[in-house]
């Protein structure tokens, strides 16, 4: 199933010559002939009768996947999260708890409704949100808790569920960066009020852009299929007739189809970015430095490789990633703690949050990687540590 493409060109503008190594880039999507061959039906034949085919499909597959009664898919990850906060009811004075460290899309669903994100410190090791900090911001207007699971890694979902229910929140997960992580037996995004992924070109899964909602509550999954189909009710007898000011984050039909490909393999794809995590904790051992954790009785998807230098250890992040771009490696920082940015100024700063992010970086984790570039990514930051 999927034998790989031919090689492509390479990109527009980039200097290639004999001496320079190949790029390597932060991430790019596993794109086999069974994508081509069903974006290609898509393409040709899913249209009229058959314009919602991969659509309903590729629900089925993630539903499948996941264990969970319902899924919506999305334009984007970020939608699925604004379309499951709407449907919650969340809006102008409520409060939504979420770690300080995360990117922005995570955030800007709260502030669209007209709610106020409330940021808290994260966990040093897990650099997810610290449920005894969740527990000290919770006010009476707090409506939910989101729970980003960073880069893979888990949030401490018993003890943030025993949160929400002793103070009557929701307990809702963007799981965008979690597909493959498993806390106890059950999946990331399953375990939530609802949960979000995304399937931007960057993550473990891609349709290119597109993103899913998913939930077990079936009401809640009537109240967001209605807000994404611009607000008009399954069933409704009239024609454009919508109950209320709906939202328009609808994936394609030809988004869906490569997504439906993506779902066949996707226990291929996971155990591809499981097997570059794996090279890099064998190959960086010994060194001062801290990868995604993988505590007892989880499992981590791995989405994204990341290493946080031990505090006093003497790391130059920016001078690591000038040496990656002289080898022609992509590097990414860390995402900056979201009260650093200039939208979210008046929020207190946070001490974990503030420390881990300029000692941290992402190192370049495509599914089918190869171990010689892999050892040019560890050689370089052997280096950085004056082990090289
Ligand atoms: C990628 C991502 C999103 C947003 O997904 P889009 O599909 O890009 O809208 C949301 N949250 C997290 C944690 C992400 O990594």
Same mark, same amino acid.
């Given at each position: ?228 189909? !611009? ?118 700063? !946070? ?38």
């Amino acid at each position: 199933m999927g034998r790989p493409l031919r090689r492509g060109r390479a990109p527009h503008g980039a200097v290639v010559n004999a001496t320079t190594p190949g790029r390597i880039f932060y991430t790019k999507p596993s794109i086999t002939e069974l994508e081509v061959r069903y974006a290609a039906d898509a393409a040709a034949n899913g249209w009229g009768e058959h314009c919602y085919d991969y659509i309903l499909r590729f629900e089925q597959q993630f539903r499948e996947h996941l264990g969970s009664r319902h899924a919506i898919a999305a334009s984007s990850g970020t939608g699925a999260i604004e379309l499951g906060l709407a449907g919650l009811g969340i809006g102008p004075g409520d409060e939504v708890i979420l770690g300080d460290i995360n990117w922005i899309a995570s955030a800007a669903p709260i502030v669209h409704l007209g709610a106020s994100p409330v940021l808290v410190d994260v966990r040093p090791d897990t650099w997810c949100l610290d449920p005894a900090a969740v527990e000290a911001a919770i006010t009476p207007r707090t409506r939910a808790i989101l729970a980003v699971h960073l880069y893979g890694n888990l949030c401490d979902m018993d003890a943030l569920s025993a949160i929400a229910q002793r103070h009557g929140l929701a307990l809702v997960e963007d799981a965008a960066e979690a597909i493959g992580s498993v806390w106890h037996g059950r999946r990331a995004g399953s375990m939530g009020a609802f949960g979000a992924f995304s399937f931007h070109g960057t993550k473990t899964v891609t349709t290119g852009e597109g993103g899913v909602f998913v939930t077990d509550d079936d009401a809640l999954y009537e109240r967001v299929l209605t807000l994404s189909n !611009h607000g008009r009710a399954r069933g409704e007898a009239r024609q454009f007739w919508p109950e209320r000011i709906g939202f328009k984050f609808k994936m394609s039909n030809l988004q869906a189809a490569i997504g439906c490909a993506q779902l066949e393999r996707i226990d291929t794809l996971v155990a591809g970015k499981r097997r570059v995590f794996e090279y890099y904790r064998n190959a960086l051992a010994g060194l001062p430095l801290a990868l995604n954790p993988e505590p007892a009785g989880t499992r981590n998807g791995y989405w994204m490789p990341t290493l946080v230098a031990d505090p006093g250890s003497g790391f130059d992040r920016q001078r690591l990633l000038g040496r990656f771009a002289e080898e022609n490696i992509d590097g990414r920082v860390f995402f900056w703690p979201l009260s650093s940015l200039p939208m979210f100024a008046g929020q207190p700063r !946070h001490a974990i949050s503030d420390s881990l992010s300029g000692r941290a970086l992402n190192l370049p984790s495509y599914h089918d990687l190869s171990s010689a570039d892999m050892d040019r990514v560890v050689r370089l930051v052997r280096e950085a540590f004056g082990d090289g």
